[in-house]
């Protein structure tokens, strides 16, 4: 199928990860995917939740927000509480990078990571995830440089992508103007070996055909592949 920006259906955005940006967090990453844009960062705290303490081991969470003009029309900012649909996200990404390290290795100590939405254009959510595993790991090398760990607790990759049915066909990727028409969208969670961690999938207009099931599966490890490169080469290992 003919997509409205031109791309085949196995074609992601284009996609860049930068580090460096020199913030005052532990790791920091700014990824772009099109036209969305995520700052993610990721902050040390010395002290772990109540349900943690005493394990000898440590926890990873993530915090999700939009900024007010992060889309066409400005959002409210979310200031006593967060929505449910972006708790519903920060618990996706949190539980995400959690596949991504072992938690023994951190000692009682907390990662918290930042995924901050500068534009949103489909796919903030998967994009969160990309971007949040690169601050992790930068965050996770600092300590380790630090000698505040003795080993790296980060012992794999884990990206995400969008896939999905457009017009009857399956796609990798999907913008916005994609993802609003879309029969089926979903948001696969890989790690570095291309296993899921995490699915996510909703038919809101036609049912899907299970039989789509192995190409959008297929879609989604093109898709996560390149962004497992990306991330390598982010954080210097490509």
């Known amino acids: 199928m003919a997509r409205h920006d031109g791309r085949l259906?196995?074609?992601?955005?284009?996609?860049?990860?930068?580090?460096?940006l020199g913030g005052w967090a532990e790791g920091e990453a700014l990824i772009t995917l099109g036209s969305t844009r995520v700052l993610c960062t990721a902050s040390l705290e010395e002290r772990v939740p109540p349900?943690?303490?005493?394990?000898?081991?440590?926890?990873?969470?993530?915090?999700?927000?939009?900024?007010?003009?992060?889309?066409?029309?400005?959002?409210?900012?979310?200031?006593?509480?967060?929505?449910g649909r972006s708790q519903e996200i920060q618990r996706l990404v949190a539980r995400s990078l959690r596949a991504a390290v072992d938690?023994?290795?951190?000692?009682?100590?907390?990662?918290?990571?930042?995924?901050d939405v500068l534009q949103a254009d489909g796919g903030t959510r998967t994009a969160a995830i990309s971007g949040g595993w690169v601050a992790l790991q930068l965050a996770c090398r600092r300590l380790r440089a630090a000698g505040m760990v003795?080993?790296?607790?980060?012992?794999?990759?884990?990206?995400?992508?969008?896939?999905?049915?457009?017009?009857?066909?399956?796609?990798?990727d999907l913008d916005y103007p994609e993802d609003s028409r879309a029969d089926?969208?979903?948001?696969?969670?890989?790690?570095?070996?291309l296993q899921l961690v995490e699915v996510q999938g909703t038919a809101e207009g036609a049912a899907l055909d299970p039989g789509l099931?192995?190409?959008?599966?297929?879609?989604?490890?093109?898709?996560?592949?390149?962004?497992l490169a990306a991330q390598r080469a982010a954080v210097g290992e490509g």
């Open 150 to 172: 003795a080993q790296d607790p980060v012992r794999r990759q884990v990206a995400a992508v969008s896939v999905g049915v457009v017009d009857g066909e399956p796609v990798l």
């Open 51 to 83: 349900h943690r303490r005493g394990s000898r081991s440590g926890w990873v969470t993530a915090e999700y927000a939009m900024l007010p003009r992060a889309t066409p029309e400005r959002t409210p900012r979310e200031r006593n509480r967060v929505d």
């Open 9 to 20: 259906a196995d074609q992601l955005r284009p996609l860049t990860i930068q580090t460096a």
């Open 184 to 193: 089926t969208d979903m948001n696969l969670v890989m790690n570095s070996e």
């Open 213 to 227: 099931l192995p190409r959008l599966l297929a879609l989604g490890q093109v898709g996560v592949g390149a962004i």
């Open 103 to 115: 938690l023994r290795l951190l000692g009682e100590r907390t990662l918290i990571v930042d995924c």
